[in-house]
């Protein structure tokens, strides 16, 4: 559209608008700025990560309170020991 605009303008039907793209070398500054936006990113998403995580033990927690399941399970004669160390196996097994 622009080159049509000119091409009226100056009067040559022959002239055609030309573009050049040359980078210019990267800069310190800007290596130092991506360096620091790849750390930032790690951090937020390994902080998401733990969030995740921590929120998936408390809601087992909260549910197993909830429902009762723990005493309904050592009324019906389950070791403490047993019960624990099958919730830290299942635990450790969904992270």
């Not at 055609?16 to 951090?43: F, H, Q, W």
Request: charged share 20%; net charge positive.
């Amino acid at each position: 559209m622009y080159e049509a605009i000119l091409k009226t303008a100056t009067g040559d039907k022959d002239f055609e608008l030309k573009t050049r793209l040359t980078p210019y070398p990267v800069t310190s500054d800007v290596k130092n700025r991506s360096m620091k936006g790849n750390a930032a990113k790690i951090v937020f998403f390994t902080a998401v990560a733990y969030g995740m995580m921590l929120t998936q033990i408390v809601g087992q927690i909260v549910h197993e309170r909830v429902g009762g399941l723990k005493h309904m399970q050592l009324i019906c004669g389950m070791h403490r020991g047993a019960y624990w160390i099958a919730n830290f196996l299942v635990d450790f097994l969904k992270l």
